[in-house]
């Protein structure tokens, strides 16, 4: 290019420079290799707000609507805010909290299935209790023992019969609720929603994600 | 979606449902519709806590579910929907100045529990009205807040939620793995048959009020176990704010307020009539409302203003051929057809917004290049400095200020293909539609920041605010057992001077950022509507 052979600095421009404003000789801007200031100087001040009785009633609706959302049962804290100093206020203030959660109760025919805490889980823990304690003791039973072997050697064989297997125990369990379907009903008279946070507390034992994942 | 958005829209959910929601929420956003396993696992939180920030998600309307193909639910964030709530003041104020006291309660309730049976509204909205009545004694009468509910479902302003679909009856088919939800237009603004009888409750005590909340929750456990024996009629069917219809109010009253500045009073009156006639016939998204004949106008003019048809007349061609075109004529027959060109109002809005921007931002030589470019559609750099008259200097320094803040677009043309800047010509222009898009983006961070501000302000100073908190509650407390002026006195002393002037700071700051808030939001609407409105074919 010409422009390397007429040396260094302002030449090397390929066009006028005085048309963007630099007259002969003026000196050019340094280039400038770092962020622009978080907070940069303004050439002219903020207009001031507007002022009224609608803006001091929609302030007002602002500040009310949003100490109003921290109060319903919406608004979930988190845990783990821990006072560094506890006051006895606080024991007033959660009990208040708990009253509040109880009181919304989300329409479930609205939402998907899976929103809904199950009590299954909590069957099913009794069940492979009950389940492991006959196989533990049964060692006099040797015929049912080999049986269950053989049962276990063939659902590790291919994933189609885990899944049948699966099914029988849906239906197994289907069959276990219907019995237990009054115990069921006691909880629910005790209190539904305090069961609503500990079914996840049970998510990521081995047999639940077995289930979990063949329905994907 | 921008970084701005997506900040702003975390900001909002943590202030209004709390941190894990805005976890859950602002993941969503960012990622993209995700199963319930995979949020849980992503945002490492349990997944009993996603399920409840899902459900509260949903419940305002904010997230949305769709069963994927491979047959697991997907969860959907709208962060238009989320950005909402910012908006939420207006929409209130706007229900309480077309409807009073009882429209703006009624919003009020529908926007705080995002959807909400008709019974249930009513009586809240009336247990709420009864408890201001205190003093005369009086009841507020549920018949009186469902009529108000009805007159809003009939303006639009509030809508049927989609319901899910029913299973057929006597099916014995396992429950679908997620519900689908449809609307049905004929259904959306069909109020069920209610009769509600009955006045609001007032609360009196403590132990009152634990007695309804049992016998509430004994009612809903009771809906819940037996849904055949439904104990309201109107179980099942939830309303919901209908924001577009909120934001066609907002665009109206603007229009409205331009042509009053711009012109007078009583042409933003026969504007007002144009917009309310065609209200109901034309859709939101209109570019323009139906035809109305300069008759037809003159008909429906409220009776207050004493308008001539001859007057009438002059003032509609007046109006239409104003530079602002926001009347158009689009006939000649019935006297003359009128119609309001809503998107061109919309762009004249977005276009003037910029340009008081650049004149605040940059100062009145600035906006009047700007507004030159504008006007002009292109022009060389050497044509600014002349049409501006201002001096060469100071014109080309204003430009690339402009040029470089990406208000103003350079376009080069070059005359031979080997593009020589001595053989090119430089064109400025204005493009209305990327500096909307670059403000709106602006706007948004404006308002993140001032949220910031204010958990900071309130931060730094919440020992303070929790001990005048205390002291209020102590005063209140001895007042009610009616002790002495002295004592009163002496713990009011227990904030000192100087913290009560500190208080008093905090105080200002928070309600001039709030206001702002506010007032930024107003600048949102107006750049969010043309935007949508021009990027719609």
Not at chain 2, 147 to 154: C, G, H, P
Not at chain 2, 328 to 346: E, P, Q, T, Y
Not at chain 2, 371 to 378: A, G, V
């Amino acid at each position: 290019m010409s422009a390397t052979s007429k040396g260094r600095g302002r030449a090397a421009f390929t066009f006028d420079i005085q048309a963007i404003g630099f007259s002969r000789g003026d000196a050019l801007p340094e280039s400038v290799s770092q962020p622009s200031p978080v907070f940069p100087n303004t050439d002219y001040k903020p207009v001031p707000l507007k002022i009224g009785d609608d803006e001091d009633y929609m302030l007002a609706l602002k500040q009310e609507l949003r100490g109003t959302m921290k109060r319903m049962p919406y608004f979930i804290a988190a845990e783990g805010e821990i006072q560094a100093i506890e006051k006895y206020s606080f024991k007033y203030k959660t009990e208040r909290d708990k009253k509040l959660v109880t009181e919304w109760i989300p329409d479930w025919r609205r939402l998907p299935r899976e929103m809904k805490p199950r009590k299954k889980k909590k069957l099913k823990v009794v069940k492979q209790k009950k389940t492991n304690i006959p196989a533990a003791r049964s060692n006099v039973d040797v015929l049912k023992k080999i049986e269950e072997l053989e049962k276990k050697g063939d659902a590790e064989k291919s994933d189609e019969e885990t899944e049948e297997k699966e099914k029988k125990e849906d239906e197994e369990e289907a069959e276990e609720e219907a019995d237990a379907y009054d115990e069921e009903e006691q909880e629910e008279e005790n209190d539904y929603i305090s069961s609503y946070f500990e079914d996840g507390d049970e998510f990521g034992e081995g047999s639940d994600d077995n289930m979990d994942e063949a329905t994907y | 979606m921008t970084q701005a958005e997506i900040k702003l829209c975390s900001l909002l959910l943590q202030e209004h449902f709390g941190e894990i929601v805005d976890k859950v929420g602002a993941h969503i956003l960012q990622t993209g519709s995700q199963p319930l396993r995979l949020i849980s696992n992503d945002t490492g939180t349990p997944l009993d806590q996603v399920k409840k920030a899902l459900c509260v998600l949903i419940q305002h309307n904010l997230v949305s579910y769709q069963l994927s193909k491979r047959g697991f639910v997907e969860y959907e964030a709208h962060h238009d929907r989320v950005l909402r709530i910012l908006r939420y003041p207006h929409y209130i104020y706007t229900a309480k100045t077309l409807y009073g006291d009882t429209g703006e309660l009624i919003v009020e309730e529908l926007l705080l529990n995002g959807k909400m049976t008709m019974s249930t509204a009513v009586k809240k909205v009336a247990d709420r009205l009864t408890e201001t009545m205190e003093a005369d004694g009086k009841a507020m009468d549920y018949g009186e807040v469902s009529s108000t509910f009805v007159r809003l479902v009939d303006t639009h302003f509030i809508y049927r939620c989609p319901a899910p679909l029913e299973p057929p009856e006597g099916a014995a088919a396992p429950a679908p793995v997620a519900p689908l939800l449809l609307t049905s237009e004929k259904d959306m603004y069909t109020v069920p048959k209610l009769s509600m009888i009955g006045k609001g409750k007032r609360r009196r005590s403590s132990d009152d009020d634990d007695d309804d909340d049992a016998s509430e929750q004994q009612t809903k456990r009771q809906k819940k176990e037996a849904d055949s024996k439904e104990t309201l009629p109107d179980d099942g069917i939830y309303w919901q704010v209908n924001t577009e219809r909120f934001h066609q109010h907002f665009r109206d009253q603007a229009v409205i307020s331009a042509i009053a500045n711009k012109m007078d009073q009583i042409s933003s009156e026969i504007v007002r009539t144009m917009l309310r006639m065609s209200e109901v016939t034309t859709s939101s998204n209109a570019a323009h409302t139906q035809p109305l004949s300069s008759n037809e106008i003159f008909r429906s003019l409220p009776t207050g203003y004493n308008i001539s048809k001859q007057v009438l007349d002059q003032y509609l061609s007046l109006l239409a051929d104003d530079p602002l075109e926001f009347v158009g004529r689009s006939g000649d027959s019935g006297g003359g057809m009128f119609v309001i060109n809503l998107h061109k109002a919309l762009a004249t809005l977005a276009s003037a917004t910029l340009e008081s921007v650049v004149q605040e931002r940059f100062g009145s030589r600035c906006a009047r290049i700007f507004r030159l470019i504008l006007r002009k559609r292109h022009l060389e750099q050497k044509q600014v400095e002349d049409f501006a008259m201002v001096p060469a200097k100071e014109a080309k320094d204003m430009l690339y200020k402009l040029l470089s803040e990406n208000l103003v677009t350079l376009q080069e043309i070059p005359k031979t293909p080997d593009h020589a800047p001595s053989r090119t010509f430089y064109l400025y222009a204005v493009n209305i539609l990327s500096s909307s898009r670059l403000l709106l983006q602006r706007c948004y961070k404006t308002v993140a920041n001032l949220i910031e501000r204010r958990l900071f302000e309130t931060k730094e100073n919440k020992r303070l605010l929790e001990k005048s908190q205390r002291i209020e509650a102590i005063i209140a407390s001895m007042q009610a057992t009616g002790a002495e002026e002295a004592q009163l006195q002496e713990i009011e002393e227990m904030i000192t001077a100087p913290e009560r002037q500190q208080l008093e700071a905090l105080k200002r700051n928070v309600n001039r950022i709030d206001a702002s808030e506010n007032q930024v939001d107003e600048t949102i609407f107006i750049l969010e509507s043309y935007i949508s409105t021009s990027t719609k074919p």
